[in-house]
């Protein structure tokens, strides 16, 4: 297993930014893909963006593309989310998850995800 902690998250206003950070520790980081989902109050948890073990390939959803950024530092067992540009519909917990299987593909698929991390809240006012 893989343990997960999520930080960075908070309180912005419509059209600031966020840098979200997820620290891995567990099994070998570097071979696993990673992605960030997120869960708004009273909705079902979606994908947001998922990135390739070796980091150099990226997936969003469209609702976020051109303002969220996906990265990771495998020398460092971390991986980020850049968010500009926040809406209001941002709103929503944000939780960071790898991959079940190494050297596998990202996925958009919550099944596809073996360990999560706890969450950490995005709060977008007007």
């Known amino acids: 297993q893989v343990q997960l902690v999520e930080s960075g998250g908070g309180l912005v206003q419509a059209g600031g930014s966020l840098r979200l950070s997820c620290a891995a520790s567990g099994r070998t980081f570097s071979r696993y893909a990673m992605g960030w989902f997120r869960q708004a109050p009273g909705k079902e948890r979606e994908f947001v963006a998922h990135?390739?073990?070796?980091?150099?390939?990226?997936y969003y959803t469209d609702s976020v593309k051109g303002r969220f950024t996906i990265s990771r530092d495998n020398a460092k067992n971390m991986v980020y989310l850049q968010m500009n540009r926040l809406k209001l519909e941002d709103t929503a917990v944000y939780y960071c998850?790898?991959?079940?299987?190494?050297?596998?593909?990202?996925?958009?698929?919550?099944?596809?995800?073996?360990?999560w991390g706890q969450g950490t809240q995005v709060t977008v006012s007007s």
């Open positions: 998850a790898a991959m079940r299987f190494p050297w596998s593909s990202p996925s958009t698929r919550e099944a596809s995800y073996g360990d």
């Open positions: 990135i390739m073990w070796s980091g150099d390939t990226t």
